[in-house]
């Protein structure tokens, strides 16, 4: 109760009070989340379109070769973001472990599939756990 004077006010907090640090680094850790699900988002939509255009090229190797310098722009664009054990773990997926199929474009669709796969997983981690 705080004394006013003439009537007693009563001051009741909903919910606990955060301030200092805490506060700082909470906003930080949230603009980072948010920063790093747009990027991942404009990142699944660019390798959709990168797919698309890969689907009609008639060199299936240079189609293969555009998804690989895209994997490797999203591994250095997660860097900032993500832990050193995650980036290695990714890194290992998606540019050191490679997988024949037979088919060059068969190849290229189970690889574009990964990598949408690991991308919506890591939204969903960030979402569910925080930033890997």
């Not at 948010?34 to 689907?55: D, F, R, V």
């Not at 990714?90 to 991308?119: N, P, Q, S």
Request: glycine residues 6%; contains cysteine; negative net charge.
């Amino acid at each position: 109760m705080c004394d006013t004077g003439k009537i007693p006010v009563y001051v009741v907090f909903a919910g606990p009070v955060l301030m200092g640090k805490d506060t700082e680094k909470d906003t930080l850790m949230n603009d980072q989340s948010s920063e790093l699900l747009a990027y991942i988002q404009s990142q699944i939509e660019e390798i959709n379109t990168i797919h698309a255009q890969a689907e009609k090229a008639l060199n299936a190797v240079q189609g293969k070769d555009h998804v690989t310098k895209w994997k490797r722009k999203v591994i250095d664009g997660l860097e900032p973001y993500v832990s050193q054990a995650y980036l290695q773990h990714i890194t290992k997926e998606w540019l050191e472990t490679t997988y024949f199929v037979g088919d060059v474009f068969d190849e290229l669709a189970d690889e574009v599939d990964m990598c949408r796969r690991h991308l919506k997983k890591l939204v969903k981690d960030i979402q569910t756990i925080g930033i890997p």
